[in-house]
């Protein structure tokens, strides 16, 4: 299997509404923030020092796009390999999704090209399918139409054209966040912070340098645009044209956003249960609501559009929700009054009635559409949680996954290693605190009195607690939730991390109650620490961790692979070009990428029919008869089969969570090796059929012939009928 390995030689405040608090928010930052530009600050020092914070984020948006594009280069010396060792390290679904852009490029023309796309017979054995329905592929396509119109490819390969947007993409992210950072505090000096912490945990906000055509390395930029966005939105005193420019950035971040990943539905409706609970407690106006709901649902269904009417999308549980909560808000025009115990009363009765018309909407939406594609997500929930049988091979697939558990404890000690968690957790004591205590107040203001009693309470709680502020603190809360429930969202929540972080180090709040506390508040001593602190902080992380940064990128490996590339030779050269192949999701992918050939399954797992036949071709590591396993091989039109050493041996997971033993359990046996078995599981009268068909007995042999060989893969040719007498076989010998 793959090796990197060294290279051998060349190859709680004081009170808000005061002036001085109000003064004491000005800095020689604030005074020239983008809010003093957008209201039509144009002073040469408004304009010098806004110029320098923009040069500032693009200098470290570059920064982290060259720091991945070299520890890319560096970990696979990736200009120096052979072409099929470059697309070889586009692992499992990787691979997948860069074979579409290749795919496009080899086309005789873009229509062509497209044309293939809407009826691939490639994917899939004995079907037709649309990717662009199917898979969020758009991208690709693209990247691929944009490569042929542009005058670059006599001197920019394919390959560079792909991974140099995925890397640049790294650059949108960073530039993203520290615009967040720099709206919350005021300061780009924040942005600045959050830039370097971004960088420093590498490990911890972004794995594309390993894993460049996932979907999340291309949609989490326009995430972090879209949070960009919407904080800017909810800012008070924007003029109505600088509104309407918000509502359109918005839709097109999340547009985007979208469109380049199949879990979009789930983010969002995070992202929709933070609106909900904002506008529960009175922080976001009615217009703000709506406004952002809809920029949700626009969104999804202009992707729902180009994606061929996709009924993912229509049945996802965030379009059920957003219909429901704007549904009821519409007919409880009396939710936001009484006393505070009532409006409590209310706001329960309120969301038992919206989250029971969105599982009953959903619920009809999926029996209309006949929905099942996302389905194993759910059984994955409940399994996950013990709401549901632990038996079932698709969540055991996930759950037997350490992308897919809970947040490791390492986690917190590399992010406390940099610095990066101890002002987050401090900032979001603190804002928590401040936020429960403004809605209780708001909750608790009784509705009517005069215009200009309104006004004032309403910029009272601007002041105290600012609507943008409030929903990157829910933001940052909800997805860090789900980041500790499942540890691949923590990419989602560890970026906006940063940011937040960096807001309450630069921002006013947690000095003002820092200097309150020690009865030493001024306007100069704030903004003295508001300066020297997160310069020292950016200072000290200079000091620790540069000469880290410069031993991590001399370090030179290569990629080393030569069992994956002899199979992939061989499979171009010694097969047709028809030919169907079976085996795993992720060799299958690479298979696709490298040799062009029919798979029978991928891992792209978003489709009911496609999992069902994924379990069955997978039957090969189970305990089955050779019969058995040719009738399935041959109902999915698969003429060779790659057995792979790596998972009939497994060791790398735990007994229960090996393939052989979900498989296993699926079919109702007992597993291998010592340990307990659940009372219902009986031994299977058959031997494990990847490991027996290597000892070429008759029963075998009449119904498979080894064609490959190596210490990784064995490939067997699946005859189509069984024959009593062995003939010659035209294909080419094992080899060694």
Known sequence: MTALRQRKGSRGKEPPLGAEFQSQQSNCCTNHHPEKILHGDWSWGAIIWTSVGWSVSVGLGLLCCIYMATLHENDLWFSNIKEVEREISFRTECGLYYSYFKQMLQAPSIQEGLSDLIHDNLTESKRTINLLQRMNIYQEVFLSILYRLLPIQSYLEPVYFYIYTVFSLQAVYVIALYLTAWLLSGSWLAGTLTGVWYILNRVDTTRVEFTISLRENWSLPFLALQVTAITCYLRPQLTTLQQKVMVWLMYVTTFCFCLTWQFNQFILLVQALVIYTLDCVDFLTTTQVTTLYLVQVSGLLSVWLLQFCNSMILGSLVLSFIVAALFIRHFQSGLKTGSLLVRLGKLLLHSAAVFLLTFTINYLAKKALQ???????????????????????????????????????????????????????????LLSGLLAGAALQNMSRPKGGSAEEKKGVVEGRLVAFRPDVAYNLLHTLFYGLLAFSTMRMKYIWTGHMCAVAAYGVCGTELWTLLLNTLRCNSKVLLRLVRYAVPLAMIGCLYYKFWPKLMEELSELREFYDPDTVELMTWISTKTPKQAV???????????????????????????????????????????????????????????????????????????????????????????????????????????????????????????????????????????????????????????Q
């Open 371 to 429: 929905l099942r594609s996302d389905e194993h997500i759910f059984k994955f929930i409940k399994s996950k949680f013990a709401l549901g049988p632990t038996r079932d091979f698709d969540a055991s697939l996930y759950l037997c996954e350490e992308a897919f558990g809970v947040l490791p404890l390492d986690t917190l000690e590399r992010l406390a290693g940099t610095l990066l968690l101890y002002p987050y957790i401090l900032t979001l004591l």
């Open 581 to 735: 192949f079976a085996g795993s999701m992720q060799l299958l992918a690479g298979i696709k990428l490298c040799t062009g050939r029919v798979l029978t399954n991928h891992p792209h797992y978003e489709d009911k029919d496609l999992r069902e036949r994924t379990r069955q071709v997978y039957q090969v590591y189970a305990r089955r008869s050779p019969e058995e396993v040719h009738a399935i091989l041959r109902a999915v039109g698969a003429d060779y089969v790659v057995l792979e050493n790596s998972i009939c041996y497994e060791r790398r997971h735990r007994r229960g969570c090996r393939l052989r033993d979900l498989l296993d359990l699926a079919n109702g046996h007992i597993m291998d090796g010592p340990g307990e078995n659940d009372p219902d599981l009986v031994p299977s009268p058959h031997p494990r059929f990847c490991e027996t068909i290597k000892t070429d007995t008759a029963a075998y042999t009449s119904l498979f012939t080894r064609t490959f060989q190596n210490k990784t893969f064995h490939v067997y040719r699946v005859k189509k009928k069984r024959k009593k007498s062995a003939k010659s076989s035209s294909e080419p010998s094992a080899t």
